[in-house]
């Protein structure tokens, strides 16, 4: 079992900036792949950004430039920092870690992101 705590959400004025972290415990691994992954009211949940155990990252388009995914695995942690925020960033963001040994997904609970003057 993976258990995957996200924090760093919520409200903030449309040019600034947020830092979300994802905390894990359990059965977890270095080699995990993980990503950040959004959900708005009506959308389906999307790829937000994801980084590979040797830092490889991927980061969807309408983002890049503005967010950058990170890991420390000293901490078992991985953040996204998000600047430049647009009202359309406005979701709840969620941590998901690939556990290596099995290829399960786990999810975390999601934190809320509110862009809005």
């Known amino acids: 079992q993976v258990q995957l705590v996200e924090s760093g959400g919520g409200l903030v004025q449309p040019g600034g900036s947020l830092r979300l972290s994802c905390a894990a415990s359990?059965?977890?691994?270095?080699?995990?792949?993980v990503g950040w992954y959004r959900q708005a009211p009506g959308n389906q949940r999307e790829l937000v950004a994801s980084?590979?155990?040797?830092?490889?990252?991927n980061y969807a388009d309408s983002v890049k430039g503005r967010f950058t995914i990170s890991r420390d695995n000293a901490k078992n942690t991985v953040y996204l920092q998000m600047n430049s925020l647009k009202p359309d960033a406005t979701a709840i963001y969620y941590c998901?870690?690939?556990?290596?040994?099995?290829?399960?997904?786990?999810w975390g609970q999601g934190t809320q992101v509110t862009v809005s003057s």
């Open positions: 359990g059965r977890i691994f270095s080699f995990d792949i």
């Open positions: 998901k870690r690939q556990q290596w040994s099995t290829g399960l997904d786990y």
């Open positions: 980084i590979t155990s040797d830092s490889r990252i």
